[in-house]
């Protein structure tokens, strides 16, 4: 009688542990809220840099990416998505630092000011945005199912960026 009691305790401890994921899913810090207001500063810079010539795009760029990583990470679960935007924008500053056409001045843009990349390095540049947005929503698409529910729509709005340089 005392080995069954005292196997029916470890089953329910067993279930409990394993159910728990499954059960703190639910709650664990995601809200379409956060995701919706990512999606807002970031879908909005990007409209911003429209307004701007091509030159000072990827500055541009590299600016809604540094807001955008402010914005998200209030929200320690959105870690993923923090790190995958802010490798481009690194990728993009590192790439500005070196490219800037020192002839044009400064423009100045959603609050920020943003500087011009010389001609020439356009292509250049085009080719290392698009590969830094794939690699970002390559990233928020590969996570756990939750995170995908919430990181979609971050995903999406960077892929959609991808045509201010086309």
Sequence with gaps: MRLVKTLQA?????????????????D???????TKRTVDIFTYGVGECAKVAKVYRIDCLRQTYSQTVRVISKASV????EVALTRV???LYSFVRANTDS??????????RIKA??????PQATQLY?????????VMRSGSSIEVRYFAP???AIEASKALLQ
Excluded at 103 to 112: I, K, P, Q, T
Excluded at 117 to 122: K, N, P, R
């Design 10 to 26: 470890a089953a329910v401890v067993v279930v409990g542990v394993m159910a728990q994921p499954a059960m703190a899913e639910d």
């Design 28 to 34: 664990i810090g995601f809200s379409d809220q956060q």
């Design 78 to 81: 959105y870690w993923e998505a």
């Design 89 to 91: 924008n690194r990728g």
């Design 103 to 112: 002839n044009l001045g400064r423009e100045r843009v959603n609050g920020g």
């Design 117 to 122: 990349i010389t001609e020439a390095s356009l």
């Design 130 to 138: 698009m590969a830094g947005a794939d690699k970002a929503a390559e």
């Design 154 to 156: 971050i995903a999406e």
